[in-house]
């Protein structure tokens, strides 16, 4: 009966949360009222790992939403690629009172001492998009083995299980280690493409373009090229139009402007979306179930993603 009662609600906070952010409009029911008269006494505080990319500002507005549908007061920082910024912020959230913490950590071994010190303190901690080492309560992030995995599957689709390709890698946290692993693995199962080049575009937009430029004049029978974000296929994207080659994109996120170069039947060819926002969401309802008197919430929780192609890239947005 106590397991029943934790999971029931577990599932009416986050379906609160998920439908309360939608909409403020009045009538939207005693439930929400009643969450809204907890929510008063909350603070909630998000560190995130950087806020200068739309991914991460729908991330944000997604949690203001949240956060507003339950009365929650917030604090928000952005630790701008700075673990020991982080860490800071993180402190002085603590020193605020707050009573839940959402973390996007920038490296997520780095900040195992801000989490730890949120524990100490009492306060209900979960981890959005990477993981962060140390005792959280909860994960929430994409599936990004699934992403990784989805993105192989289609170039080796498209280029009828034959070719040269290559890795636009990132650096080595957790989620880009799986989307790795995934498009590898992917790949494995067609034995007549042959992966000949891998190097660092370090997720930049800028460095991304540097190291394509490199890798096409050091491959130039180069096919296909996977990188671990959309940002570095963005890079990469003007690195193979200012080389006049053919050679295809595939990568993960949902940008709005790979979006719509996906859409524009171009050489970027896919992209597996990620949910910011309901990864926000969803870490928002385990936060409130461990706060609010469940015993114990999932360690981990996997958002599901989507392949965007031509044929259904239009029209999509985070």
């Known amino acids: 009966m106590k397991n029943f009662k934790t999971l029931f609600l577990l599932v009416s906070i986050i379906s609160l949360i998920l439908l ?4 403020n409009e009045s009538g939207s029911g005693e439930s929400e009222n009643s969450a809204k008269a907890k929510g008063e006494d909350l603070k909630i505080g998000m560190s995130f790992q950087e806020m200068n990319n739309p991914y991460f500002i729908s991330m944000k507005e997604s949690f203001e939403e949240a956060a507003a549908s339950i009365g929650a007061e917030t604090i ?3 630790a701008q690629h700075d673990v020991t910024k982080q860490v800071n912020d993180i402190n002085d959230m603590i020193q605020q009172n707050i009573d839940i913490l959402l973390i996007n950590p920038t490296d997520s071994e780095g900040v195992e001492s801000a989490v730890k010190q949120a ?3 009492g306060i209900t901690t ?3 998009d990477a993981q962060a080492k140390g005792p959280i309560d909860s994960f929430v992030g994409s599936k990004n083995f699934d992403a990784g995995y989805k993105a192989g599957q289609k170039m080796a689709e498209d280029l009828n299980g034959e070719g040269k390709v290559a890795i636009l ?3 080595p946290v957790v989620p880009i280690l799986q989307r790795v692993k995934g498009f590898k693995d992917a790949i494995s199962e067609y034995p007549d493409i042959e992966i000949v080049d891998t190097q660092n575009g370090e997720q930049d937009r800028s460095k991304a373009m540097s190291v394509t430029e490199n890798m096409l004049q050091a ?3 180069l096919d296909a090229i996977f990188s671990v974000n959309d940002g570095g296929a963005l890079g990469a994207l003007g690195a193979i ?3 006049s080659k053919d050679v295809w ?3 993960v996120d949902g940008h709005p402007e790979a979006v719509k170069a996906i859409a524009n039947g171009d050489i970027f060819k896919a992209t597996v979306a990620q949910f910011p926002r309901d990864q926000i969401r969803v870490g928002i309802g385990m936060a409130l179930a461990k706060h609010w008197g469940a015993e114990a919430v999932p360690k981990e929780v996997p958002i599901d993603v989507k392949l965007l192609t031509k044929e259904n890239a239009e029209g999509f947005s985070w």
């Open 119 to 121: 524990k100490e303190a």
């Open 126 to 128: 979960v981890a959005i």
């Open 219 to 221: 491959n130039p029978d």
């Open 169 to 171: 890698d990132g650096i």
């Open 20 to 23: 309360g952010a939608c909409s």
């Open 249 to 251: 994109l595939y990568s």
């Open 241 to 243: 139009k200012s080389s």
């Open 76 to 78: 928000i920082s952005d």
